[in-house]
């Protein structure tokens, strides 16, 4: 027997839903091939059949919250053992078939429990347990039990059982009632999105958040894409966009301010090294930031190409744990979406994250004289605990110099 287990899940990831089973108990599998889908926190993450064989059984079901190293499952090994989970299966729905008709047998069940077990510290009996754990409920979920000492027992978990088909009405009442007043919908939120209303919430209340604001004249950046990208393009397959010119920008200032690429862990400052840029993805599911690493050490054309590559994954839904995990800065754009403004929010453990806008032609002060100018407004949110404010605005300054004047970049200046 070989069991189904949840494969390690990545950095900050404790656990995953069970999203869907894509193989049923008794059913034939092959080497690697696919038996179910977790939804964790970031991405959907398949968990593929190790060996070859049958699905004996299956220990969690779909909508349960699972961690890293659970049994989801047993297979039974070998082409030969295909008959035995047939044959085994029906035993194994056995007792929900005999469900209605066990609770007399309440009076019975109630002797093992009390035996020697529950004087060790186990609260129930090992039927009341295995019952439990079958169903996939809980003894506070059953209530107070008619064995010993109020312990639960076998019968006991039989009666609740056969209680739920009558419980929901109160419940979808309310629900039905609200629905039908206003013709909403009442949908469950993914686990993704619970995770980013979770993580943003976190954010709010754990950093000391603050948010520094600059605007940017983009007609250098605007003239010089003009002239290159199309040898650009033609050289390195890849359009030269306004993405990778921020990407460099922010690289040379979070070298000259190393407190805004930092962490903080407990009582310490973890200082990077390294820019591991993160770049916020809209996908289908939500929000994703996928993780340019070492963005320090590329050019325009290997970022380019990088935050295509996971542009086209995030559509696809293809990211892995690997690509969104290890950012140390994020970088977002909300002028995608025709944003003129915004407050960008912090991706703990981060300390900074900066937000690009809409460019737009405004009349702006030149030399004396009123010129219309393609402006954009920039914004640094910023942890207060471990930035202070003069470095999160000279921060803010270096980023429009470089987009202001792309020679800089160039010169590394």
């Known amino acids: 027997m070989t069991e189904i287990v949840v494969p390690p899940l990545g950095e900050s990831v404790s656990s995953a839903t069970i999203a869907r089973w894509l193989k049923k108990a008794g059913e034939q599998v092959a080497v690697d091939e696919p038996l179910v ?54 035993s194994k729905p056995a007792p929900a078939p005999a469900a ?43 209530g107070s039990g008619t064995g010993k000492d109020g312990r639960v027992t076998k019968g006991d978990v039989l009666a609740f059982l056969a209680k739920p088909a ?59 894409r003009t002239e290159y990208k199309e040898a650009f393009e033609k050289k390195h397959g890849v359009k030269l966009g306004f993405m990778s010119f921020f990407v460099k920008a922010c690289v040379a200032a979070l070298k000259e301010f190393p407190a805004v690429n930092a962490e903080i862990d407990g009582d310490e400052i973890i200082y990077k090294h390294a820019v591991h840029m993160g770049i916020a993805v809209g996908g289908p599911s939500g929000l994703v930031v996928p993780v340019v690493r070492n963005a320090d050490q590329m050019g325009f054309a290997e970022i380019e190409k990088t935050i295509g590559s996971y542009g086209r994954k995030a559509r696809d839904g293809a990211l892995k744990l690997d690509d969104l995990t290890g950012g140390s800065f994020t ?54 605990r471990i930035v202070d404010g003069k470095e999160a605005v000279s921060f803010l300054v270096r980023v429009k110099e470089s987009i202001e004047d792309p020679r800089r970049l160039m010169l590394d200046l």
């Open 37 to 90: 889908e977790l939804e964790t926190d970031k991405v959907t993450v398949e968990v593929n059949a190790s060996v070859a064989g049958v699905i004996e059984s299956i220990a969690a079901e779909e909508g349960a919250e699972v961690g890293p190293g659970a049994v989801l499952g047993v297979i039974a090994e070998g082409g030969t053992a295909a008959a035995k989970p047939a044959a085994g299966t029906p």
């Open 100 to 142: 209605p008709a066990q609770p007399k047998a309440e009076a019975p069940q109630a002797a093992p429990g009390p035996v020697s077990r529950p004087a060790e510290g186990a609260s129930h009996g090992p039927a009341a347990n295995k019952a439990m754990a079958d169903a996939g409920v809980t003894a506070d979920q059953v």
């Open 166 to 224: 009558a419980a929901p009405a109160p419940a979808a009442a309310p629900k039905a009632a609200r629905a039908l007043d206003s013709g909403e919908e009442r949908v469950k939120m993914t686990r993704l999105r619970q995770t980013i209303a979770r993580r943003l919430k976190e954010a709010q209340n754990t950093a000391a958040m603050l948010t520094t604001f600059n605007e940017v004249d983009m007609g250098a950046a605007m003239a010089l």
């Open 331 to 384: 970088i977002t754009n909300g002028g995608i979406y025709g944003s003129l403004m915004s407050t960008p929010i912090l991706n703990p453990p981060q300390s900074g994250i900066l937000g690009m806008h809409k460019i737009q032609d405004r009349p702006m002060a030149v030399g004396g004289k009123v010129e219309i100018r393609p402006m954009m407004y920039i914004a640094l949110s910023y942890d207060h």
